[in-house]
Structure formats: structure tokens, C-alpha cells
């Protein structure tokens, strides 16, 4: 217990606390995780704001998300370059938001970005495309893919240009029964 | 907020004699009496306000260029504002500079705003410590009365909705979609000012009982997860059956869901039977051999033991308590005086009673469900898309279960899809499904003249006395070729009509149902003669074995005076109690049905399988894909199964109560088994198809078959004689005499004068009228709903649709609701603008190339509210806020400040907003 206080101080504990879903234990934990991912690189001591970050090579391989078929794309979603690096803040940032606790709205916003395989602020036909590849480990055939593609688009596409924006997306997912559970992802059993 | 909080608030800003910009120029000159140097600092943070606010109108035209700087400069400046901050502390006296400096390097819109508000206050707020300090010492407290009266209310207020603010943000901060980074820095200066005004908040105490709260919450959270967790582990099989059905879609899991609520049936069924029959009788009633009807006959007992005896339900296991012979006529058995013979009919028709219910209430909760979900189906496939992984999921196994059943509800979802796109000759399939049915009405009423027909004759051949093996089991061989070569024909027929496969299901068991009847028939049929047969012969025997006693009796009297030895009760001749024959007639029908099924299942799928997969290595063709290939899952058949033997047992169960144990044990095996076969043996339907959302049409065959397997039953209660020497109603002259006999016996007199006016035909006719009456209006409502369902649902879609064209039109239909939607676009940016930052840093290819952004711009051209709402994640076009407006004015507005190289603007514009592209746009 003694020297797991002198990894943040109690100001930065109270800092992530606020702006986490997770309380101290948890932060403390999370930290073990990122350090147990690379313990020559990530230092034990985070008081100074050292500067490291991980690859996603690292990150993905996490049992939480390995077998997550947009794990590279979550890490992408919460990496502050976009290459999918993360500091220790992005890293509690990303399990922040894909804590249960946290709420439907933000959800919403990280999912939008996740599927947004091209970064252009819109779904896609082509983002659809790799999502269902994704998902369906590429079983289906080129003309089912299309067809489910397009029904996606006619289904949440209000504003009818052909792709969803944020609103599209939100409007859609809001109503979703499972969002919620689908989206939530437990680091800390 | 406590008084005492605002009491030193106020104090604070007594001292400061604070502004908020905005209240400025409202202020009146009243603060004559005010100390001199504060004066001057107060006039010169006016200035510097009303600098900073001419900054920010010019700032706000300029933003077209500078709207991208502009929302990276958001943490950067809160950055530099805590630096400054710092600076600030260090030295006071250079302070205004210093912010002024810093106003005029701020560009921003409310957030930034917010935060230089917060800075001035905080400089304030330095200021004031200082001059804190000096007053202490000073002790000046002129100062402090004249100035409660320099601040005004108002401003008070909007200090104190500034610290709300400031606290709101502080507690909604884990809900912002920001960078740790940027959530890290904005909660230090969010704190920073809360606790300046308002001293010491109780914030650690808070905190405290905040990550109490969130400890709490967590933890219920976890445990309703760990909860529902449990929930579907007590649901028995749940995981196997999730497992096929991610691999063979639902429609073949509905049958495993069928079997596992018949399996809750059969268990309650069991339970009462077990319970209040079987048990009571082992414990309690007469022990083994001290009864005729508790005794092996002297013939059988020599053979009683033997296997193929035991077999076929004989020796030993026909007379114990799973049969209805061996019970006792005694009213009460035991200490308890347990009256068995009422039980035993109560129990039995309870087992009926109990059927019905869980049936019909099943039915009515499936199809309430059916009806409850309204617009669920408006978002199939973007739900699947973006809902249908679940982040939990860490295991490889369930993950590769997860894929298999993403993709089989997809292919559903596509089969629903094509099948409701499909448009072909409408009266070609009209045609073929006409003469299917007529082809199939054919091939029914065929086989029942055939039936009809073999019964006959067997009636006839049972009177020869020199018949073959073929003549005895006519009936038989034939019912198992019409079961075998039917379904078949019938599923090649039915592809005529080119149903949807979930309708061609139902059709197809409806049509084997049918046929299957035949099957019933002739059983019963059998079984009658059989009765009746028997019946004929119990008036002989009874004369007999009274002759018999009367001998014993008799010739014991000649031979001693003594009381005669009691006649061995298995020398005593017995009648042949039909009850107990009918109930072996069914067990060994049910055992007969459960290993031709296992055996069906064993042959035709698993040893079929393995032929396939391991001799396809030395074969001509190839056997995976060519002939005999791997078994499909044949859900009619097992359903159907399932349902004929569900009939059975409950015509069975009356007559041997141990049946239902059978079954139980059938259904646990069956389970497991088929679950077993299905996973190493079958390969999915060529069209995986959705189960209808309600088992109904499942429980609408098992209701018919209820009632038909009542119907027997019920015909022997109420007019056959029971056998006179087995059974608990034996001496009786009709079974259903037992609850007369105990009305009468057991309850006063006016419960019998009671039931006597209640079965009086005068009350029961109107009891039926009035019931008849009551479903026909129970009726008439349930259809006015259902329409008035229906008209609602089509009115939401045409609003659905309405939306859906309301916006595509708005962009060219009215220009008015756009220049309002560009004013209020401001506030709506505020809040998103620490998103586009973030987005911004993200995509910054984007801004690199132009040609997206064009895109980008015209899109949002198509729709304004999209577009606004959408603000969070694109750069959005905050570009003529601050223009004038010029509402109806279609050409693009004039640019001045825009020097575009070339006069005309030829390529995109980044930041172009509403102007050209609206042409452009077709709607």
C-alpha cells in the first residue's frame, strides 16, 4: 500500500477521479495494467507527467479488447495522434468511456468515431463495409453486403445524403435497446 | 448553497467591486463613493472588458480564416491563461497588462469567453487577496460598507451562476468527450475558480461521498450484471441452445426452446403426479403382494423377473404403482387418512387443467409480445451493424460463437429482406400454390382412405386365426410408409409454392400434422377395440372369480371349523383390467417412439456424417457437396415429434402415472442428445431463416393435440365402467363417482345441496351462454385494437417518411430557418467546440485537402439541422454569424474580407458556409 501512493499524487488521484468513472483503486489498477504492458518503458512513478505512450500493438493485445474486431480502431478512436499510441491518459480515458457507468451520450460520440473507419466525420458506405466485414469475419457475400449496407443507410439516413452523420448515428443508436451493454467493456473485474 | 458561502462570496466581491462584461455598460455611474484606487482598477478592467469585447467582434469576423486556429487554440489557451495565472501570482501589479495581452490573443467563442471571465475573476480574485491583506491591516471597514452597496444584485447572481457553472462542469466533466489532456486542464482552472469564490467548498468531503456513490453504483451495477448473469445460468441450457442458434439461426433453436418449455411442463406434471399419487401410495397404501391387484399372477411369476419380460412392461413393473391396476379402492390410506382414489382423480384431471393453462397463457404471453414491439423493426440492420458485438466478450470461443451468430442473423435478416423485395409473376405463384395445395389435399385424403381402408381390413384379419406376420402388422407397416415417404413428398411439393421459408415451415408442419392425425386414429381406434374387448371378458371373469372365493370359502368350511385360510392373493383369478392395458399400450408406444428417434438420430445424421466427411478422402464425387452430403436440421419433423409424443403422454398419464417420469427422462436425454447431433452433425439451412417472434404456431398444435388427447380420456371417465378388481375406483360404477362420494361423506350436507343446484343443467346453459357472449365481445375489442394498432403503426411511418423528406427539402426550400439556424449557431458551437478541437487535431488531413471539405460544405448545405446538431464533428460553418443578414437572398453573400486569388473563387472554400453549393445541391 505504501508505495503504490507515491505512483500519482493525491491531487492527480482526485483529478482523475473527476474527470473518470473510475475511483482511486480502480485508477491505481489501471495504472498496473499499463505498466505491466511494457515495465521498462512505462515508469512507476507518475507524479512528473512523464511523457510515455504505448503502441497499439501493446494495447490491443490486452485481453479486453483482443478479441474485439475494432480493437484497432477503438485504440485509433482514443489515441491523441490518430496512430493509435496511447499515453496513460488516453489509456484511462478509453476504459472510462467503455465503463459501464458511463453514460449513453458519450458512448454515442466514441462508437461514431470508432465505425468512422476514414476519419471524415461521416459513415460511410465504405466504413459500413468494413464494419460488417469486421463483424461477419467476411462470410458474406459481395451482394449480401451490399444489400445490408445499403438497407443501413435507408434505415438511419434521415437527412438523405447517402451517409450517416453524427446526428443520423445518434438518433439511431439512441434507441437501441442493448447499446448500452454492448458498449461496455470491464477492465477491472 | 449555504448562506454562509454566498455571505463570502459577497464578501469578495464587495472588495473587488466586480464586472462581469456584459453588465458594463448597464452599470450606472453609482459607485461615486467608492475608494479612489479602486475606481481607477475597476475603470481600467472596464476598458479592458470593453477592449476584449470589441476584440471578439472583430475576432468572430475574422473567423472565417481563422476558424481552424481557432479550435486548436482551445486547450492551448487555457494552457497559456493557467500560465499567466502563474504569472500573474508572481507579479501583481503587472497583472492588467498581462491580461489584456492575453485577451487580445483570444479568439474564442463562450468557452473561451468563460474561461477569460474566469481569468478576470481570478486576476480579481489575486487582487483582492492582496488588498485583503492590506485592509486587515488597515482594518478599513468604511470601505467594506460602502461597497455592499456598489454591487448590485445582479451581479451577484451572475458570479454565483458562474461558480454553478463552474461546479456543473466540474461534475459533468468524466461526461465530456474530450482528451484527458484537455479534461485534466480545464477541471484544475474549474476548481481553481470554484474554490477562490467560494472558500472551502467541503470539496474533499464531497469528494468523498462522491467516490462513495460511485463505489455504490459501480457496485450495483456489478450486480445486477453478476445477477442477470445468474438469471441465465438458471436457465437450464441456455448456452447450449445460444450456441446452436449462432450457428444454425433461430429457427432451429426455437425447436430446442420448445422442447426445454416442454421439459418445465413435463416437470410440473411430474411433480403433481409424483407428489400426490405415486408417493403417498409407496409410503402408505398396502405393501407389494397383500392384494390380488398388488400381486404377480402364480402363471407370470415364474417369468416376472425376466428382461424381455420387464421389457415389454409385464411381470413386475405391471403390477406396481407406475400402472393404474395396483392402486387401492381404500377411501383413506395411512396416519394422514390420505383419501388416494379422490387424489388420484383430482390429480389426473388437474394434469389436464394445468396443461391447458400453461398453454393458452404461454400463447397469450407470446403473442402479446409479437404486438408490443412497435418501430423496433425500423433499425434491423443498423442495430445489428452497430449493437450486435458485445465489448465484454474476452474469450476466443465465445468470440468465434459471437461471429457465427452475427453472420447467421444477418443471413436472416437477408432472407427477410430478399423475400420482401421479391416481385415476380404474382399469378404464376398464385397458380403453384393452388395446385400444391391441391396436389397435397390429394396426397392426405389418399393416405386417410388408405388408412381407413388397412384398418378395416385388419379388423378382419384379426378375427382369422391362421394370420401371417404381414396381416398382423398391416396397419403398422403401413402408417410408418405413409410417415416416411409423406414429409418428403410434401416438402417437394411445397417448393412449388416458393413460400418464405419460415411460412413454408408452417405450412409444412400444418400438412404432416394433418396427416399424422391418421396415425392417432387408427391407435385409438385399436385401443377402443381393445377396451371393449376387454370389458366383455371382465363380466365373465367376475362371475368367476366370485365362484372361485365362494369354493375357497366353501370347501375350507367343510374341511375345519376354523376360520379358513385366506386364498394366496396370487391364486385369486383377476379380471384384465383394461385401464392398466391401455397405459402399457402407451408407455410401450412412448419407448417404442424414444428409441426409433434416438436411433433416427444416430443413423441418419451421426453415422451419415462420418461417412461423408471420412470416406469423401476415397470417392468418386464428392460427397460434402454431392448426394448424400450432411444432414440439414429437420425442425418439422422434431417438432411435430415432440408434440405427438407430448399427446400421448397426456392420454397416458391417467392410466399410468409413471409415464410422465418416462417422459421427463426423455425430454433430459433428448436434450443433450440432440443438442450433441445438431452440433457435430448437421450443417445449416441453406437459408437460415428467422423463427417467427412467438412459438404460437408450435403451441397452437400442441393446444390441438391437448385437445384431442382429452377427448379420450374423457369419453372413458364419464362412460366406462372401471374394471371391478384394480384400480382406485374399483366398485365404483363410474370413476367420477369418487368426488360424489366424498362430498357426500366428507363436507356438511349443504355443500352437496350446493353442488347438486350447481350442476343443474337450468344454471350450467346459461353459465355457457353468458361465456360465449362473453369472448364474442372480448373478441370484437381485441379486433377494433388491432386495427387501431395497425392505423397507428401506419401513421408513425408516414411520419417517419415525412421527416425524412421535410428534411431533404429544407435546404432549398427555406432560407429563412437558415439564417436563424446560422445565429443560433454559436451556442450550439460553444459547447461542441472542445470536440471539434480534438476532432480537429485528428483529422488534420482533412483540412490539407480541400476537395473534402468541399464535400464537406455541401453537405451541410443539404441540411441545416443536421448540420447543426452535427457540429460536433465537423468543422462547422460558423462563417456569417456575424454577418448582416439578408434573408431571401439567394446569391452568395459578398465577401469582402475574403481575398480569394482570382477574384472569382474557383476551387473550394474551406469555410465557405451556405453559400454557392446550395445550387448545387439537388433536392
Known sequence: ?189 | MGKRKKCKLRDIMEDVGIEIDGQVESDSESEEDEVKDKRSKKQTRREIVRANRLERKKSQKNKEENESKEEENCPQQSRASRRKNHRMKRNDGKKGGGERDKKASSKDEKESENKEKKTNMKGKEEENKQKKGRKNSASSNSSNSSDEESLSEEELAMLMEEVEQKKKLISTMRNKPWRMMKKLSVLREAQAFVEKFEGALGKGKGKKLYAYKMMMAKKWVKFKRDFDNFKTQCIPWEMKIKEVESHFGSSVASYFIFLRWMYGVNLVLFGLIFGLVIIPEVLMGMPYGSMPRKTVPRAEQATAMDFSVLWDFEGYIKYSALFYGYYNNQRTIGWLKYRLPMAYFMVGISVFGYSLMVVIRSMARNANESTADGDDDNFVFSWKMFTSWDYLIGNPETADNKFASITTSFKESIVDEQESNKDENIHLRRFLRVLANVLIICCLCGSGYLIYFVVKRSQTFSKMQNAGWYERNEVEIVMSLLGMFCPPLFETIATLENYHPRIGLKWQLGRIFALFLGNLYTFLLALMDDVNEKLAEEDVVKNITRWTLFGHYNSSMENSTATPAPLDPADVPRGPCWETTVGIEIVRLTVSDILVTFVTILVGDFIRACFVRFMNYCWCWDLEAGFPSYAEFDISGNVLGLVFNQGMIWMGSFYAPGLVGINVLRLLTSMYFQCWAVMSSNVPHARVFKASKSNNFYMGLLLLILFLSLLPVAYTIMSLPPSFDCGPFSGKKRMYDVIQETIELDFPLFVAKIFGYVANPGLIIPAILLMVLAIYYLNAVSEAYQRANAELKKKMQLQREEEKNKRNNKASTNSMMQDLEDLLAPSTKSESSPKQAEDKKKDSPNQASPVGKQEKAEVLNSSPIAAGRRAAFIPPPHVLVTRPLTPGTWAPYPQPRQPWPGGRPMGPFPGRGRGQPRYIHPV
Open chain 1, 1 to 189: 500500500m505504501g508505495n503504490k501512493q507515491t505512483i500519482f499524487t493525491d491531487e492527480q488521484l482526485d483529478a482523475y477521479q473527476d474527470c473518470t468513472f473510475f475511483t482511486r483503486k480502480e485508477i491505481l489498477r489501471l495504472h498496473g495494467r499499463y505498466h505491466e504492458m511494457a515495465p521498462n518503458v512505462v515508469p512507476m512513478d507518475y507524479t512528473k507527467d512523464p511523457d510515455v505512450k504505448l503502441p497499439m500493438q501493446l494495447i490491443i493485445n490486452m485481453p479486453e479488447l483482443k478479441e474485439n474486431p475494432f480493437k484497432e480502431r477503438i485504440v485509433e478512436s482514443f489515441s491523441e495522434d490518430g496512430e493509435g499510441s496511447l499515453s496513460f491518459n488516453d489509456f484511462v480515458d478509453m476504459f472510462s468511456v467503455l465503463s459501464e457507468m458511463a453514460p449513453r451520450e458519450l458512448k454515442a460520440i466514441y462508437a461514431f468515431k470508432i465505425y468512422d473507419f476514414n476519419t471524415d466525420n461521416f459513415i460511410c458506405k465504405a466504413d459500413l463495409e468494413k464494419t460488417l466485414n469486421k463483424l461477419t469475419r467476411e462470410e458474406l457475400t459481395a451482394e449480401e453486403i451490399t444489400l445490408v449496407c445499403e438497407k443501413v443507410i435507408e434505415e438511419a439516413d434521415m437527412d438523405g445524403d447517402g451517409k450517416l452523420g453524427f446526428a443520423d448515428f445518434e438518433n439511431m443508436i439512441s434507441k437501441a435497446p442493448d447499446f448500452l451493454r454492448a458498449y461496455s467493456s470491464s477492465v477491472l473485474p
